[in-house]
């Protein structure tokens, strides 16, 4: 018992200061960090390469936020949340944002107290077939035996689709992905259902891709966003409009390589002006310095740089932009206007 | 008889025949193979087909291990370079192995620190192992724990003193009063030892961490490897002590104290070890203010140690009911006193007969530390499902990975496991 007594006294130095009620915006700035729950590690989303750099799309998140309030992509301490973990950190508030591929449900906002600030990524269910089978729809999937994640949304949606569509299916219950893989690669099943990015991801390590086809149905909603506790609005108007401002960038046409021209001097278009911090004072309204965009988009570029870095169709894991196109472009990704 | 001379017959044998060789089936290999492989029919059937089976397992993993890469940038440059050969990637384990070994946080320029603690243990568990040693190494073995946690946890010199001071005082205390009272010996060392930490705690400055000779690493930053041994060291050598005591609580006639103890084990043992790591991760935030919070590495530490504790407990008083009453009696009718007793007779015949008992649990501790990767730390498995699986590089390799770590686990404790066979013969003493 005494022993335990002594680790007590030796992680004297391991106590960290958590977060005060002043508010998260201050308290970041004062602690000059940003605590981002992130995964465990999903490709192209969120994982640390062979020299431990956190990289991904929800790790770009996390960047272009630490870079509008502190003015540093790399001042952000990554969290790894698993599943089960990832809201109590954020509810303790060990974590001051999650961006953790989350899908944004109402009881999730509503009855865990979470504010969630957007959406980052537009996914749905989807389902991956053997290209020899010659299945084009997942319409013609009657009879099918299908490869499932138990225990999820995933299950459920699976179940609802084939019988509104009066079909039957047999399912092959599964615990991981990876045993879905190994399933699935060894013909235990005809159809493999998850995530349609997960698919993608998953198909690109398989060693001949193209022989798996995605099927073009996606039979579920899963907006994935990063999300804040409930009650600290200014905190989550600094992450909503980080987010935005990292859409609105692209959709203006501002990127990592023309920014540092644009933002020299205030130029033709007003918003752009405004968003660049050259005109207005949209920064100080949030509380942070005028140039606070500028920063976050040159973190690490504007949502379609960072979207074709990570998981577009230049990476293994090759994502087309679908629903996560502009709003120009027939997708959804829509910001509020900067003014 | 007596015409039966030499000259008398034709030939009379004077010297014993040499030995001849034993017939060619009674010897060598062939009798071996007779005797242990090919008895009966039943038995050549059975060897028939074991070695069938052992050819297909080796004719599928020896070309395999043969073919395997070991350099290469990612999977698909591996299927690349076997081009349709069956061939394992062990260019994952080449490149990631640090992350295996030390988790992907810890500062690459003080990998040294932590494997300079990893050969100092094996100094300083040497005379607690091997008995024969010199009894004067065991002053670096308690000198160890404060030296380990400087080097891998870094950061100012002066928390590990002021550690050890705490001890050493407590210590003095305990020596001065212990001839009066052993109640009044640990209380009055327990409560010097607090002082002194509380005091010095206010002593060391809070900037103490940021110019410190070795750099500071978080708790978080562990992980590997690294972080299973650790762990695993820690809470074995923390549950032992600590079940003996509940082991000796269970069997005291003091109704608190009992009661106190079975509760213990008996609501530790009836609940999963997973679900305390819960407890420990999750649910603890929420016991503390959210302005401090204990370190998660000590929070699991103190889980597991009391999860291991509860069931050397029960293994001890196992060994504890297999002494005959005689032995108690004997040390009664001596006028020693329940110290005493349990320290020169009791204990040492007890935790002999323990030792499978407590190495089994050792070993089965040591394997579930595994189990923290599901609250987010990254031990090998954290790191093998986690990080490295997600990279874009190295998203389905499998078998290189989870066999490696096979191998780590499998050389650990089956030198646990040869060390306890070792110490059981060692300490034979019955004539069986």
Known sequence: ?339 | MSDTHAHSVAFVRETEIPASPPPAAETGVVKWLRANLFATWANSLLTIVAIYVIYLILAGTLPWIANGIWNAGSLGECREILSGKVGACFAVLTERWPQLIYGFKYPTSEYWRPTLAFFLMLVALAPVLFFDLPRKLLIFTALFPFIAYWLIWGGTILTPILALAGFVGGFFVYQKFVKDSFALGAGGGALVALIIWVVGGWLIPDTANENAMLLAVPSRDLGGFMLNMMLGLTCVSLSIPLGIVLALGRQSHMPLIKGISVVFIEFIRGVPLITLLFVASVMLAYFFPPESTVDLFLRVVIMITMFSAAYIAEVIRGGLAALPKGQYEAADSLGLDYAQAMRLIILPQALKISIPGIVNIAVGLFKDTTLVSVISMFDILGMIRGPILASTEWNGVYWELLGFACVCFFITCYGISQYSQWLERRLATDHR
């Open chain 1, 1 to 339: 018992m005494k022993k335990s007594v002594l680790f007590g006294a030796m992680t004297v130095a391991g106590v960290a200061a958590g977060v005060a009620s002043a508010g998260t915006l201050d308290d970041v700035k004062a602690r000059g960090k940003l605590n981002c729950g992130v995964t465990t590690g999903l490709v192209g989303f969120a994982a640390p390469d062979a020299n431990g750099e956190w990289e991904g799309f929800d790790v770009g998140v996390c960047r272009a936020v630490a870079a509008a309030v502190l003015g540093d992509a790399t001042a952000v301490e990554f969290v790894p949340t698993t599943g089960k973990t990832r809201f109590t950190a954020l509810a303790s508030g060990e974590i001051d944002v999650l961006a953790r591929n989350t899908t944004w449900t109402f009881s999730r906002d509503v009855d865990l107290k979470f504010e969630f600030v957007g959406v980052n990524y537009y996914d749905g269910q989807g389902f991956m077939v053997p290209k020899e089978l010659g299945v084009s729809s997942a319409k013609e999937l009657d009879g099918a035996t299908v490869c499932i994640q138990t225990g999820t949304t995933t299950e459920l949606n699976l179940a609802d689709f084939f019988r509104s569509n009066n079909m039957s299916y047999e399912p092959v219950p599964i615990e991981t992905n990876a045993e879905a893989q190994q399933q699935y690669l060894a013909g235990a099943c005809d159809v493999y259902t998850t995530d349609a990015s997960g698919l993608a991801s998953t198909r690109a390590t398989f060693e001949t891709p193209a022989d798996h086809v995605l099927l073009p149905e996606i039979v579920s909603k899963e907006p994935l966003g990063p999300l804040v506790r409930h009650g600290d609005s200014e905190w989550g108007d600094v992450v909503r409009w980080t987010l935005n401002a990292l859409i609105t960038a692209e959709e203006l046409g501002v990127s990592s390589a023309n920014i540092a021209d644009m933002s020299a001097a205030a130029g033709d278009n007003p918003e752009i002006n405004r968003l660049l911090g050259t005109e207005g004072t949209l920064g100080e309204m949030l509380g942070l310095e005028a140039d606070w965009a500028k920063k976050a988009i040159m973190a690490g570029g504007n949502y379609a740089e960072l979207f074709e870095k990570n998981i577009g169709e230049t990476t293994p894991i090759g994502l087309a932009r679908g629903l996560n196109a502009q709003w120009t472009d027939g997708g959804l990704l829509y910001s509020p206007p900067f003014r």
